[in-house]
């Protein structure tokens, strides 16, 4: 007898399908079997039982229709009893109203063994209005179960089939099963190529895999950090933001909804990536390129503070190209795209999900209610931010970071400084309006001095006089509009006051998820019964610092923070969380966004014992990390102009591993691409870093899976089961991170 859905049970699914068409939207091997007696084979999945062909030439034939489906398929959120199936119909014959589609199930690639839907029911509706993405929720299924899905686009001059995609169901929440997944971030389409994807598709017995942000890039090719060769290229140039206009390196980011819609469908033209989404299904949330860089909420960052860059339409056109083009479940199953709620109202993409007895997947989303940075890109370097006496309420005595200052640039000394600075705003381009209230004396000396203004310096031993604080220069920023001091390389001892006092100040400066978020994220790692709590977090919250005390050059032998757009900016925050998670046991996340490959044990500062595992995984194709840093130092002339920046930004893991600065940071490479691939069961979790160097992911290796497999270095990783230790197999052995002694032992 042939599986059948009821009437009732499937119309509720395409009703959702209907209303969230648009919304765009796996275990690879190990296919389930069934005996004759409808009885699980020996890995423990389970097929639908008797199933059958129900065509018996009743049915046109299917022609080949992949050109009216040129994003493929894809699959995603796989649930015990569900999962989400998605296309996009592309067809100029029929005009620009809205298609119906239908979709078809089967337990064999060749839809011999169909799983019988209503014929009525499993219309699947691709609306005009969302790009005729089409998305169906099939309820009703199998766990642990391998399905096999088509769409068909029905034409006067006959049915046309879109490529076969293949998913998977989670495991039943009481199946005692290993689970296997691999998971992915920062996949930059400009110039660069998926062969670490490639490489993924060789892995066997994939469930699902997780894609933790940065699955499109917003620019079309900025010449800071992508590649030249292949690209996206906008039709709608008018509603991008254009940069370098009118030159050779002229570029766009997306704004219009038109833009953010080309990039899905650019990226998903590349082979490597269809064919991922044709074999796993995918569970994903985003970081911040899908929207744009170094965003938080709707504000983007691209200026440094030279013009207000909050953009409420722009955010909303990323959120509804991505609910379109993502195979996503959301909670409210009616819920469709609405573009005329505020944001972050629009949309709301955190979740989780259940996969047998040991691994709860838990996502969050760390762009849409995150505050701004702490540090203005715009902030004046020479503005006290916390005079002498706040520094000495908050730490009991004036630390070593603290710096001169005059109390009142228009008082001091008659005015004198504020007149020469007054005269060198134009040079230096700075707002005139900065200058009031307490100075920065080092900064009064050094400005003065880069404009050669004749005024004498303030002399060391009037310095001496004057009261200390802390300055956005004592902080790091050196410049009047940058990243640099603001969001990159700022100085850790004074960030962390300044962090701490924010915090004390305004609590939601440092609240990165927001409350409501935060607290069901709390909830939900707390309330879970599954051996293995795993975060999917798409920034790194291991700190990330490097120590030039050592270096010659004042005033940058500090200890720096590398990157305060991850949880180092936000680091009360997370001592916060890690310690609600010494509750918790078995908890490990993983991490993408920053281009690297780390491991270790990120913990509460002070308390080592409390601690997590964290594995951070590369980019899929973006430029490196360390790649990344390089280009940095040589594009930026304060960095650029030290002796020795370029070598230091080159040997990068080397100041973070190779100090007692990091000691929750047992792995490091900075270098690379790729992908992590993890095994979980009751007893431990499993995870394989595999690496490819930058240079492959410039070349193209598309039929040459052969000569790319050999390419790959691996790492493996291992947590057990009632442990909160990071171990690595080396030369053969397993070896406990130590951090007590920052070594492997």
């Known amino acids: 007898m042939t599986q059948r859905f009821s009437r009732r049970q499937f119309l509720r699914a395409t009703l959702v399908s209907v209303v969230s068409a648009g919304l765009s939207a796996c275990k690879g091997g190990g296919d389930a079997t069934t005996d004759s007696d409808g009885s699980t084979g020996t890995d423990g999945t389970t097929e639908p039982t008797g199933t059958t062909a129900p065509t018996t030439g009743a049915e046109e034939p299917l022609l080949d229709g992949a050109a009216y489906f040129p994003q493929s398929v894809a699959s995603g959120d796989p649930r015990p009893d569900s999962v989400i199936l998605w296309t996009r119909v592309d067809d100029g014959d029929v005009g620009d109203g809205d298609l119906e589609l239908t979709v078809e199930l089967a337990t064999d690639p060749e839809f011999t063994a169909r799983v019988e839907l209503d014929a009525a029911s499993a219309a699947v509706a691709a609306r005009a209005a969302f790009d005729r993405c089409a998305k169906a929720k099939i309820k009703g299924l199998e766990p642990a179960t391998t399905y096999y899905y088509r769409f068909v686009h029905n034409r006067e001059d006959g049915r046309y089939g879109s490529q076969v995609g293949r998913t998977r169901t989670a495991p039943a929440p009481d199946a005692d099963v290993a689970v296997r997944f691999a998971y992915v971030s920062c996949q930059d389409y400009n110039g660069r190529y998926y062969n670490s994807y490639r490489g993924l598709l060789g892995q066997q017995d994939l469930d699902f895999f997780v894609h933790l942000g940065d699955y499109i890039y917003e620019t079309t090719g900025d010449p800071t950090f992508q590649a030249a060769g292949r690209a996206v290229t906008f039709s709608d140039t008018a509603g991008a933001i254009v940069f370098n206009e009118g030159t050779e390196e002229e570029y766009f980011a997306a704004s219009s909804l038109s833009n953010y819609r080309e990039l899905y469908r650019g990226y998903r033209s590349d082979p490597a990536l269809r064919r991922v989404h044709e074999s796993l299904p995918m569970i994903a949330v985003w970081d911040d390129h899908e929207f744009s860089d170094d965003c938080f909420g709707a504000t983007a960052t691209y200026f440094d503070g030279r013009i207000d860059e909050h953009d409420e339409a722009r955010r909303k056109h990323a959120n509804q190209a991505w609910f379109e083009y993502m195979p996503i479940d959301f909670t409210d199953e009616e819920f469709a795209y609405d573009p005329s709620k505020p944001h972050p109202q629009d949309i709301t993409i955190y979740r989780d999900f259940r996969f047998g007895k040991h691994l709860h997947l838990v996502l969050t989303d760390l762009r849409s209610y995150r505050p701004d940075h702490l540090i203005a890109e715009d902030g004046f370097p020479g503005a006290v931010v916390l005079d002498e006496a706040a520094l000495v309420e908050q730490l009991g005595s004036l630390p070593e970071f603290a710096g001169p200052y005059v109390e009142d640039i228009d008082a001091y000394d008659g005015g004198t400084y504020k007149t020469a600075l007054l005269a060198a705003a134009d040079a230096l381009g700075f707002d005139p309006a900065h200058?009031?209230?307490?100075?920065?004396?080092?900064?009064?000396?050094?400005?003065?001095?880069?404009?050669?203004?004749?005024?004498?310096?303030?002399?060391?031993?009037?310095?001496?006089?004057?009261?200390?604080?802390?300055?956005?220069?004592?902080?790091?920023?050196?410049?009047?509009?940058?990243?640099?001091?603001?969001?990159?390389?700022?100085?850790?001892?004074?960030?962390?006051?300044?962090?701490?006092?924010?915090?004390?100040?305004?609590?939601?400066?440092?609240?990165?998820?927001?409350?409501?978020?935060?607290?069901?994220?709390?909830?939900?790692?707390?309330?879970?019964?599954?051996?293995?709590?795993?975060?999917?977090?798409?920034?790194?919250?291991?700190?990330?610092?490097?120590?030039?005390?050592?270096?010659?050059?004042?005033?940058?032998?500090?200890?720096?923070?590398?990157?305060?757009?991850?949880?180092?900016?936000?680091?009360?925050?997370?001592?916060?969380?890690?310690?609600?998670?010494?509750?918790?046991?078995?908890?490990?996340?993983?991490?993408?966004?920053?281009?690297a490959f780390y491991a270790g044990t990120p913990m509460v500062a002070g308390a080592p014992d409390q601690k997590i595992v964290e594995l951070v995984g590369g980019g899929i194709s973006s430029t490196p990390f360390q790649s990344l840093l390089v280009l940095q130092v040589a594009a930026d002339p304060t960095l650029s102009s030290l002796p020795g920046a370029g070598m230091l930004a080159a040997a990068i893991d080397a100041l973070f591993t190779g100090t007692t600065t990091n000691p929750h940071l047992g792995f490091a490479d900075s270098s690379r691409n790729g992908f992590v691939s993890v095994v979980i069961d009751r007893a431990e979790l499993d995870a394989t870093f595999h690496m490819l160097s930058e240079d492959v992911s410039l070349t193209d290796y598309e039929g040459m899976d052969d000569a790319l497999a050999g390419k790959f270095t691996r790492e493996r990783f291992r947590v057990k089961a009632g442990a909160r230790d990071l171990y690595r197999e080396i030369a053969g052995e397993w070896k406990r991170w130590d951090p007590s002694t920052n070594q492997w032992v």
């Open 435 to 595: 200058l009031s209230g307490p100075i920065d004396a080092v900064f009064i000396n050094d400005t003065l001095a880069s404009v050669m203004d004749p005024t004498p310096p303030i002399d060391e031993a009037t310095l001496a006089t004057l009261p200390r604080g802390l300055s956005y220069r004592g902080l790091g920023k050196r410049s009047f509009n940058g990243s640099i001091g603001a969001r990159y390389f700022v100085n850790k001892p004074a960030f962390d006051a300044w962090a701490a006092a924010r915090k004390a100040a305004d609590p939601a400066s440092v609240d990165v998820m927001g409350p409501t978020q935060q607290q069901w994220f709390l909830d939900t790692m707390k309330g879970s019964t599954a051996t293995w709590k795993v975060w999917g977090t798409e920034i790194t919250l291991m700190p990330l610092v490097i120590d030039l005390t050592s270096f010659p050059i004042e005033p940058f032998n500090q200890l720096y923070y590398m990157n305060v757009d991850q949880w180092d900016g936000f680091n009360p925050t997370r001592d916060a969380l890690l310690a609600e998670l010494q509750a918790v046991e078995n908890v490990v996340a993983i991490t993408g966004d920053i281009h």
